[in-house]
């Protein structure tokens, strides 16, 4: 089939850079023409240039929805969302491992048990003062109750995004580097509405879109995919979509209602009276960081990790790795032992 091909051409690509971006960007050039532009160009480009727009629905509907105007994105960035790990799944060349219990919580419970007490949940950071000797973290808990965190170094494990770098008292260049960078917004959940009804799936496409015109798809804030949920009856329904940096429950919620009446005024479903609910709705917070073709060429990977080790501190997750469990694993790998290196 043509997405295959154009699929497998996509995955040569992928593994031809891969050892500059996974499990993180360790080996990527400091400037200029080291950079490969491939991985520098808006990945509209690089479809061109390879041909690769049969595989382009398959990455979009995969994960690269999530990253919103992804054609106008330097391929470096899309790739993170989709590459090598997600290419080699789709087309059949990977392995899947469950633990024999059948339970995909087990490690995280097994990781909570070990950490115990050690774990503050439902707290957010509120204060912190940094240098290169050490940190102080100011934890507060959900009941106004505040914990001091006195520690030689800091592990950032979110997405450095300004909101929630504001309280990490950053310096000039932190604050300049972490400012470039731009994210999208996923949200994903449960809805229900009477006019959603039986085994089927929908997937948000531009009038006129593929397979005649491969480059048109929906911006953000959009709802990407609505479709059955397995095991919940016909009534139940999964979401997965996608805001800007400034949507919110709110707006994304009113948004996906808007969707399922334009649905119902399309034709698309037979339209029944109701409401929408969405007995769970998550806001994953903001994903895909990204910075412009132009900050990419002047270096901007190699100040992103020039940060590493600045102040006490140390980043991990999807901003210096990619979005996906097992590539952030692989990265923590490599990362760890130079976090507590010299301790
Ligand atoms: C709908 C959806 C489906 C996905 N499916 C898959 C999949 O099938 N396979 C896969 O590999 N990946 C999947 N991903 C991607 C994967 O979930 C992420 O890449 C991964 O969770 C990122 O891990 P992380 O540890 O970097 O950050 P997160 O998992 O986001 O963890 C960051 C944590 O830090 C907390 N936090 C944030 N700010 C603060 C603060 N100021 N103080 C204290 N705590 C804070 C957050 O609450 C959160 O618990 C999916 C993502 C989404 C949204």
């Known amino acids: 089939m043509a997405y295959q091909t154009a ?3 996509y995955l040569a690509l992928c593994e031809k850079y891969a050892a500059l971006m996974l499990p993180g960007f360790f080996n990527f050039p400091s400037a200029g023409e080291d950079i490969p532009e491939d991985l520098v160009m808006d990945f509209g480009e690089f479809v061109e ?12 509907d995969s994960t690269v929805m999530g990253v919103g105007d992804f054609l106008k994105v330097p391929t ?3 790739m993170q969302a989709s590459g090598l790990v997600m290419a080699r799944a789709m087309l059949g060349q990977s392995r899947a491992m469950v633990p024999s219990s059948g339970n995909l919580h087990e490690l995280y419970e097994r990781v909570a048990e070990l950490l115990g007490d050690d774990v503050l949940y439902n707290s957010i950071v509120v204060g912190c003062s940094r240098n290169e000797s050490g940190v102080s973290v100011r934890v507060k808990h959900r009941d106004g109750n505040e914990t001091e965190i006195v520690a030689k170094r800091l592990l950032v494990a979110f997405e450095p995004s300004p909101v929630a770098m504001a309280v990490f008292d950053l310096d000039e260049e932190e604050g300049e580097v972490l400012g470039k ?6 949200y994903a959940g449960l809805v229900q509405h009477p006019s959603l009804k039986g085994f089927n799936s929908w997937t948000n ?6 397979g005649s015109n491969y480059s048109a798809y929906p911006l953000p804030a959009q709802v990407g995919k609505i479709g059955h949920q397995p095991g919940g009856g016909e ?8 805001g800007t940096q400034e949507d919110n429950d709110e707006s994304m919620q009113a948004l996906i209602s808007g969707s399922i009446e334009n649905m119902v005024k399309a034709g698309t479903v037979n339209g029944s009276n109701g409401t929408t609910a969405f007995p769970y709705f998550a806001n994953h917070g903001l994903m895909h960081s990204r910075v412009s073709r132009e900050e990419l060429r ?12 600045r102040r006490a501190t140390w980043y991990t997750g999807a901003a210096f790795s990619a979005g996906f469990s097992t ?3 692989a990265y923590n790998e490599v990362l760890l032992p130079r976090v507590i290196e010299g301790l």
Do not use: E, M
């Open 76 to 78: 470096l960035y899309v």
């Open 49 to 60: 240039k390879y041909d690769l727009q049969a595989a382009v629905p398959k990455l979009w």
């Open 327 to 329: 590539i952030l694993w």
């Open 235 to 242: 009534d139940l329904f999964a979401f997965t979509a996608i």
């Open 205 to 210: 496409t531009l009038p006129g879109a593929p």
């Open 298 to 309: 002047k270096g901007f990977i190699a100040r992103q990790n020039a940060l590493q080790g």
């Open 181 to 186: 960078l731009s994210f999208s917004s996923v």
């Open 7 to 9: 699929l497998s051409k």
